[in-house]
């Protein structure tokens, strides 16, 4: 197996409000090599949006990283100083956020917006960031580059801006690329260009890709690997193939249960599992999905189960996983 180019170990992040301590992100782990994709998935809550901005050290206050250790290469992301950190941000690693409308500035002209971030990172003139950005804006398929540089954002459709975002992203090349459900704003035809496009880029770059979604047609088409996570913790983890096919954990099983009731639609979001899930400042003792679970016996109230690694990587944490036999589906894409 290839070096990982990032490394997460242990990672906290915690928001303190009124209401408690609200452990978002608790203890996540995991590797990630270049040119593979990281799907995190989950329902709303469940830490994965917080996860990728931790990675970016982006959380805003009351949220804060209270624990752990992001490695990029050999250096502790969490170890830097804002201004070595505003290095890599946007240069090593590049983020593509889910509302370009927010990401942009709209009383700035697109090309500018986009040449800002090279002139920043790489030592160009303005010309040479100019010419950049219009190839960044050919590649990732806007039409007539030199004619929409100075176009601002209202002008564009959001397909188009989040494709101005992912030329943004890219612009400096970078060895990991985050994309925090990039095409939910879209319509399905946008959508599939729009992946289409991201792995092209990945490809070209052999960039390291985490892509947050609650879409699994979305994991199925873009994941090498999937981490799913629970009320900030990671429950599941594994390549792609084996979480369709042998999904062990019953939250990850509930996910799939979803996607096969809505196959009938053509849809593929996660219905709800039935319950909520639970409020992060009050989480129980034991496993945070034992409300729900349809599995939970007594022992899951009193105690959190522990990941374990069941085979080759495949890191399941739920008290009776040596029980749970893998359920082969072939109805599961
Ligand atoms: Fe369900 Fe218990 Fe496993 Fe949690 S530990 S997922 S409650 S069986």
Known sequence: MAEPILQVQGLRT????????????DGLSFNLEAGKTLCIVGESGSGKTVSSLSIMRLVDLPGRIVEGQILYRDTDLLKLDEAEMEKIRGDRIGMVFQDPMASLNPAFRIGDQIAEGILIHQEVDKAEARKRTLELLAQVGIPH????????????SGGMRQRVLIASAIACRPDILIADEPTTALD?????????????????????MILVTHD????????????????????????????????????????????????????????PIPGMPPDLSRLP??????PRCPAAIETCGARYPALQDISGGHQVACHLVADLAPAVDETVP
């Open 14 to 25: 915690h928001f303190t409000t009124r209401q408690g301590v609200i452990k978002a992100v």
């Open 285 to 290: 003792a034991g496993c945070s999905f034992a």
């Open 145 to 156: 580059p030199e004619a929409r540089y100075g176009d601002y954002p209202h002008q564009f």
């Open 188 to 208: 399905v035809t946008i959508q599939a260009q729009i992946l289409k496009l991201l792995k092209e880029v990945q490809r070209n770059l052999n960039s390291a």
């Open 216 to 271: 699994l047609g979305v994991v199925a088409a873009m994941a090498d690997y999937v981490m799913v996570m629970y009320a900030g913790r990671m429950v599941e983890y594994a390549d792609v193939e084996t979480i369709f096919a042998q999904p062990r954990h019953p939250y990850t099983r509930g996910l799939l249960e979803s996607l096969i009731r809505l196959e009938d639609t053509r849809e593929t979001e996660l219905a």
